[in-house]
């Protein structure tokens, strides 16, 4: 994993631009009412080039735990440097978990990995916004459509942690019926060398 390409930093220390458009560790609830703090710190990422040479673990790139559309703010989609909240190496890592216990590649759709604030899918309300939630459309040569294939490989997920939740089947609010959705909570990641007063 080359890591020397990632740069930390502090999301308060950024232009209020982009501050507005990621909320460090702004307060937000939940759709239970809970409370939960945005991520603070972040990765900066140079290019798409570099995001594609970033191995966050052995079969998972950064660029696809960051590929959205144009549901995302028109600045944070167009212009570079891209910012993920650095809990995406935990994401990334239990990733590799559950590919190694499925034996099989695994699919994260787009919009489906890291989403801002911002993003018009769910917004701060979503847990995409924290870097911790992972959409996977396809494992191997399985589409996860149907009630059978996403109860398989949830059943999978939720066996590798306690900290893993998985969405359950259906088009309902908090369900899903084309794609597995996984995450691993309201975690957030402080780098070492970052100080946590404001
Ligand atoms: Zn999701």
New binding site residues.
């Given amino acids: 994993m080359n890591t020397q390409l990632f740069r930390a930093i502090d999301g308060l220390k950024l232009p209020a631009e982009h501050r507005a458009l990621l909320r460090p560790g702004e307060s937000e609830s939940d759709s239970h009412g809970n409370v939960h703090h945005l991520p603070r710190f972040f990765y900066e990422v140079a290019s798409w080039q570099e995001a594609h040479e970033i191995r966050l673990a052995p079969h998972f790139k950064l660029a696809e735990l960051m590929t959205v559309d144009c549901r995302e703010a028109e600045l944070l989609l167009r212009e570079f440097p891209h910012y993920v909240p650095c809990a995406i190496v935990l994401l990334a890592r239990f990733l590799e978990d559950f590919r190694r216990e499925v034996d099989a590649p695994v699919f994260v759709s787009a919009n ?1 990995g890291y989403r801002s604030p911002a993003h018009q899918m769910g917004g701060a309300k979503s847990i ?1 916004a924290w870097g911790t ?1 992972a ?1 996977i459309y396809r494992v191997g040569d399985t589409f996860l459509d149907d009630i059978k294939s996403i109860e398989k490989y949830a059943a999978i997920a939720v066996s590798l942690s306690p900290a893993v939740l998985v969405r359950p089947f259906g088009s309902g609010a908090g369900e899903a019926d084309d794609h597995l ?1 996984l995450d691993l909570g309201f975690l957030t990641l402080t780098p070492r060398q970052c100080s946590e007063t404001s």
Avoid: K, S, V
Wanted: glycine share 20%.
């Fill in positions: 489906g995409h939630a959409d959705h």
